[in-house]
């Protein structure tokens, strides 16, 4: 299996920034594509940023997160960073790294593997 550990969340204020890592280990020759998801009380997990984790490192975004975060890769360290910036209220989640095989990079379905979450405060 993979083991992920995310870290960096927080309390911030709108309009600041903060930056979460993600470290991989165990069966990392595995990975396809790294995510992120994020999940607030009552609402269902959502897509915020992949990146394939191979080839050309191609990224994707979901739309409330465009332009304001940016998802990186460091493959020696199988680490995935998420820059975010401008942060909004409604950006408050647990946010979750998560890793996959095959498959749409966008589709929560397509992992197979979770981090534990890290809770990301904004306050207005």
């Known amino acids: 299996q993979v083991q992920l550990v995310e870290s960096g969340g927080g309390l911030v204020q709108a309009g600041g920034s903060l930056r979460l890592t993600c470290a991989a280990s165990?069966?990392?020759?595995?990975?396809?594509?790294m995510g992120w998801f994020r999940q607030a009380p009552g609402k269902e997990r959502e897509f915020v940023a992949a990146i394939n984790w191979w080839s050309g490192g191609s990224t994707y975004y979901g739309d409330p997160v465009k332009g304001r975060f940016t998802i990186s890769r460091d493959n020696a360290k199988n680490t995935v960073y998420l820059q975010m910036n401008s942060l909004k209220p409604e950006d408050t989640a647990v946010y979750y790294c998560?890793?996959?095989?095959?498959?749409?990079?966008?589709?929560?379905?397509?992992?197979?593997?979770w981090g534990q979450g890290t809770q990301v405060t904004v306050s207005s």
């Open positions: 998560a890793s996959k095989g095959g498959g749409i990079a966008t589709r929560r379905e397509a992992y197979d593997y």
């Open positions: 165990g069966r990392t020759f595995s990975i396809y594509d």
